[in-house]
């Protein structure tokens, strides 16, 4: 399945009895919120607002609500159906292939990634519509104030387009953005984030300007990689084209010098001012808690361009669990063979939705030798932004890290705290409220794999309690004649 933009995955999602058209009046402010967190904590469907307010643009929100929605927005039934394309495509990187067969695969493999490059276009429907000077107003669009102590209005779901000023290399993420009035909006580009990077590259050069496109809505696939954590110089939109399986295509912004996914909904361009900061926040954010106050750049508008009948799609983050889970736990599944690529002993991981992507990280390993499990965690904190996970948790290869009482039965029952734990530091999340300075604090690993005489174990480590599979096979075989 492959999505061309907004229309047509409400339309599947319709089809599937996953959208919900709500028609009564609702508000953007706060009200659509609580809304959605019900519904998204109970596993409900999609929302389609279309009566919000007096603005006369519907609200999507929810889209990416579960993970089977998630997984179709990617073109997949299922995401490890997605991951193991990615895991065949990393093989390409192994060294030269063997035998004519293999050379073939490998060919066509290439041709699908040298199709997966974006594609310019003369004109897009992202563009029926051109709005400029005092006819380019943000608070014309349906953009949610989503919590009470929110300092105003937040674009949640946008995709920021920007370029480095000296390489030229593009990138795309999503910063939150605060509406501060009809013509600028807080850039929440956090330290870390290649944004910032950017507009720290734009001051370094004396540049009076750094250009900055905002794409809201498109095809779902596009949307999503925005959150994804590529890697430096890997084109978010290139990476769009290899999921979908067909290029993206894009078109040239009106009054900035950048290119844009041509069946976004709806287009924001304009500029920020290198090392000009405003107030930004607060903010009730995927951490659960409010991040506060605190400098961030500003984006100048100087046009909105959309299609003749946009929809505004967006997404609410807060305690978990929210939609931003889905889209997190589509980049754990995704990235899991890159990661592979480096430690080949890991088995799978898990990011769960209380870890807050990366709060808690739980590894199993195929584990050889003494001390793996410290080289895995210590491996993981020095991967992009795995640097940021404050806890990292290694169990057994036969443990199920996706099942969170078995390995905190794991956990309990395997770790000595003097000798399985470490502390390391560096750099935290900028939301992070329990480090006691901003942008660096402590971490923690939790080693709790079986260990041996290597590792300082004198004792015998017991085997689990399993029955007998010969005892199992025998109660299988009566099991209907016991009358359970």
């Given at each position: 399945?492959?999505?061309?933009?907004?229309?047509?995955?409400?339309?599947?999602?319709?089809?599937?009895?996953?959208?919900?058209?709500?028609?009564?009046?609702v508000s953007s402010e706060l009200e659509i919120t609580e809304i959605t967190d019900r519904v998204v904590k109970s596993g409900g469907p999609a929302l389609l607002f279309e009566n919000v307010d007096d603005y006369g643009i519907p609200v999507l929100?929810?889209?990416?609500?579960?993970?089977?929605?998630?997984?179709?927005?990617?073109?997949?039934?299922?995401?490890?159906?997605?991951?193991?394309?990615?895991?065949?495509?990393?093989?390409?990187?192994?060294?030269?292939?063997?035998?004519?067969?293999?050379?073939?695969?490998?060919?066509?493999?290439?041709?699908?990634?040298?199709?997966?490059?974006?594609?310019?276009?003369?004109?897009?429907?992202?563009?029926?519509?051109?709005?400029?000077?005092?006819?380019?107003?943000?608070?014309?669009?349906?953009?949610?104030?989503?919590?009470?102590?929110?300092?105003?209005?937040?674009?949640?779901?946008?995709?920021?387009?920007?370029?480095?000023?000296?390489?030229?290399?593009?990138?795309?993420?999503?910063?939150?953005?605060?509406?501060?009035?009809?013509?600028?909006?807080?850039?929440?580009?956090?330290?870390?984030?290649?944004?910032?990077?950017?507009?720290?590259?734009?001051?370094?050069?004396?540049?009076?300007?750094?250009?900055?496109?905002?794409?809201?809505?498109?095809?779902?696939?596009?949307?999503?990689?925005?959150?994804?954590?590529?890697?430096?110089?890997?084109?978010?939109?290139?990476?769009?084209?290899?999921?979908?399986?067909?290029?993206?295509?894009?078109?040239?912004?009106?009054?900035?010098?950048?290119?844009?996914?041509?069946?976004?909904?709806?287009?924001?361009?304009?500029?920020?001012?290198?090392?000009?900061?405003?107030?930004?926040?607060?903010?009730?954010?995927?951490?659960?808690?409010?991040?506060?106050?605190?400098?961030?750049?500003?984006?100048?508008?100087?046009?909105?361009?959309?299609?003749?009948?946009?929809?505004?799609?967006?997404?609410?983050?807060?305690?978990?669990?929210?939609?931003?889970?889905?889209?997190?736990?589509?980049?754990?599944?995704?990235?899991?063979?890159?990661?592979?690529?480096?430690?080949?002993?890991?088995?799978?991981?898990?990011?769960?939705?209380?870890?807050?992507?990366?709060?808690?990280?739980?590894?199993?390993?195929?584990?050889?030798?003494?001390?793996?499990?410290?080289?895995?965690?210590?491996?993981?904190?020095?991967?992009?932004?795995?640097?940021?996970?404050?806890?990292?948790?290694?169990?057994?290869?036969?443990?199920?890290?996706?099942?969170?009482?078995?390995?905190?039965?794991?956990?309990?029952?395997?770790?000595?705290?003097?000798?399985?734990?470490?502390?390391?530091?560096?750099?935290?999340?900028?939301?992070?409220?329990?480090?006691?300075?901003?942008?660096?604090?402590?971490?923690?690993?939790?080693?709790?794999?079986?260990?041996?005489?290597?590792?300082?174990?004198?004792?015998?480590?017991?085997?689990?309690?399993?029955?007998?599979?010969?005892?199992?096979?025998?109660?299988?075989?009566?099991?209907?004649?016991?009358?359970?």
């Amino acid at each position: 399945m492959n999505f061309r933009d907004t229309k047509e995955f409400i339309d599947f999602l319709d089809e599937k009895g996953e959208l919900l058209r709500i028609k009564q009046k609702v508000s953007s402010e706060l009200e659509i919120t609580e809304i959605t967190d019900r519904v998204v904590k109970s596993g409900g469907p999609a929302l389609l607002f279309e009566n919000v307010d007096d603005y006369g643009i519907p609200v999507l929100i929810n889209a990416f609500g579960t993970q089977q929605r998630m997984a179709w927005a990617l073109g997949v039934e299922n995401m490890d159906d997605l991951a193991s394309r990615v895991k065949k495509l990393l093989k390409l990187t192994q060294g030269p292939p063997s035998g004519i067969l293999n050379k073939a695969r490998t060919l066509m493999d290439l041709i699908k990634i040298a199709g997966s490059q974006p594609r310019l276009v003369s004109s897009a429907p992202c563009q029926d519509v051109v709005l400029t000077g005092e006819n380019a107003d943000l608070t014309k669009l349906p953009i949610l104030k989503c919590w009470p102590m929110d300092a105003g209005r937040y674009i949640t779901l946008p995709l920021v387009v920007s370029r480095d000023p000296v390489t030229g290399t593009r990138n795309v993420g999503t910063y939150r953005m605060q509406v501060y009035d009809s013509r600028t909006a807080g850039m929440h580009w956090q330290t870390h984030k290649v944004g910032t990077h950017h507009e720290r590259e734009a001051k370094e050069k004396g540049l009076d300007r750094l250009e900055v496109a905002v794409a809201l809505g498109g095809d779902p696939t596009t949307v999503w990689t925005g959150s994804a954590p590529l890697p430096p110089g890997v084109d978010e939109f290139a990476m769009s084209g290899f999921i979908r399986e067909k290029s993206v295509d894009l078109v040239k912004c009106k009054t900035v010098d950048l290119e844009v996914p041509a069946n976004s909904e709806i287009i924001l361009e304009g500029y920020v001012i290198p090392g000009q900061l405003r107030t930004e926040g607060p903010f009730g954010d995927h951490t659960g808690y409010y991040s506060l106050a605190d400098e961030y750049p500003v984006f100048h508008l100087t046009a909105i361009t959309h299609r003749k009948y946009p929809i505004y799609q967006t997404t609410v983050v807060g305690r978990p669990v929210q939609e931003d889970f889905y889209m997190g736990k589509a980049t754990e599944r995704i990235f899991i063979p890159i990661i592979q690529m480096v430690l080949p002993e890991v088995v799978d991981m898990n990011m769960p939705a209380e870890g807050i992507f990366h709060n808690l990280v739980i590894v199993s390993i195929k584990k050889e030798y003494p001390g793996q499990a410290m080289k895995v965690m210590n491996a993981l904190w020095g991967m992009g932004l795995m640097m940021l996970a404050k806890a990292i948790v290694v169990v057994d290869h036969f443990v199920n890290v996706q099942d969170i009482s078995e390995v905190t039965w794991r956990v309990t029952n395997n770790l000595d705290a003097s000798q399985d734990i470490i502390f390391s530091t560096g750099p935290v999340d900028d939301l992070d409220h329990a480090s006691p300075t901003p942008k660096i604090g402590s971490k923690v690993g939790l080693d709790a794999t079986a260990k041996g005489p290597l590792e300082g174990r004198v004792r015998e480590w017991p085997p689990d309690i399993v029955m007998s599979e010969e005892i199992r096979s025998m109660v299988d075989s009566k099991w209907k004649s016991y009358g359970l």
